[in-house]
Nanobody
Framework: EVQLQASGGGLVQAGGSTRLSCAAS????????IGWFRQAPGKEREGVAC????????HYADSVKGRFTISRDNAKNTLYLQMNSLKPEDTAVYYC??????????????WGQGTLVTVSS
């Protein structure tokens, strides 16, 4: 059974930090481009950060550059998102995703259930 289980969400004070985790199982994790999307209430889903399966390059949305760090541990089949200097506008449900292509797209093959991050001001 393919699973992506996200965890680490919760209530965080503005300026604070938290780390999201996504545990993968049921597929060859290291063959997939992986990353995070988020969706705030009433807004479109947007890409946050991703790692390419081809060369391990990392890509970030402009809104999170310098504040968020994406990483993966293939030995543990786990994806992480370190979130620093959080802002209220970061409040959203965060979804991890895995894509069999060399880049992560909105047509990713697998999606996690999402974890809610709420940043208070």
């Amino acid at each position: 059974e393919v699973q992506l289980q996200a965890s680490g969400g919760g209530l965080v004070q503005a300026g604070g930090s938290t780390r999201l985790s996504c545990a993968a199982s049921g597929f060859n994790f290291d063959d997939y481009s992986i990353g995070w999307f988020r969706q705030a209430p009433g807004k479109e889903r947007e890409g946050v950060a991703c790692i390419s399966s081809s060369d391990g390059s990392k890509h970030y949305a402009d809104s999170v550059k310098g504040r968020f760090t994406i990483s993966r541990d293939n030995a543990k089949n786990t994806l992480y998102l370190q979130m620093n200097s959080l802002k209220p506008e970061d409040t959203a449900v965060y979804y991890c995703a895995a894509d069999g292509g060399v880049v992560l797209t909105t047509r990713a093959d697998y999606w996690g259930q999402g974890t809610l991050v709420t940043v208070s001001s």
